[in-house]
């Protein structure tokens, strides 16, 4: 049976790879936080959401918490906003 791969004694090695004086990590630590932005963008409406529902609900508790953690959020996302426009 042919190799699938083709024809070829051993493993393959790697292609050398050109090194440029500048990190990647700077685009790649925006397009990151962008991402992570959006998240906290979907799960602060989701928790300000679950706050009105225990709020219509009377569950005082409930409102408590996930105020507290809307609030968390909230800060969490300002940071990350603030971070790229020090950038």
Same mark, same amino acid.
């Not at 602060?44 to 706050?51: D, G, Q, T």
């Given at each position: 049976?042919?190799?699938?791969v083709?024809d070829?004694?051993?493993? &393959?090695?790697? @292609?050398?790879?050109?090194?440029? *004086?500048?990190?990647?990590w700077? %685009?790649? #630590?925006?397009l990151?936080?962008?991402?992570a932005?959006?998240?906290?963008?979907?799960e &602060?409406?989701? @928790?300000?959401?679950?706050?009105e *529902?225990?709020?219509?609900?009377? %569950?005082? #508790?409930?409102?408590?918490?996930?105020?507290r953690?809307?609030?968390?959020?909230?800060? &969490?996302?300002?940071?990350l906003?603030?971070e790229?426009?020090?950038?």
């Open positions: 049976m042919a190799d699938p083709g070829h004694a051993g493993p &393959i090695p790697p @292609e050398p790879v050109d090194q440029i *004086a500048a990190a990647d700077t %685009d790649q #630590d925006l990151t936080r962008d991402g932005g959006v998240l906290l963008d979907d &602060i409406a989701a @928790e300000r959401k679950r706050v *529902a225990s709020r219509s609900a009377g %569950d005082a #508790d409930a409102v408590a918490v996930g105020e953690r809307l609030n968390r959020l909230i800060e &969490i996302r300002r940071s906003t603030a790229r426009n020090n950038r």
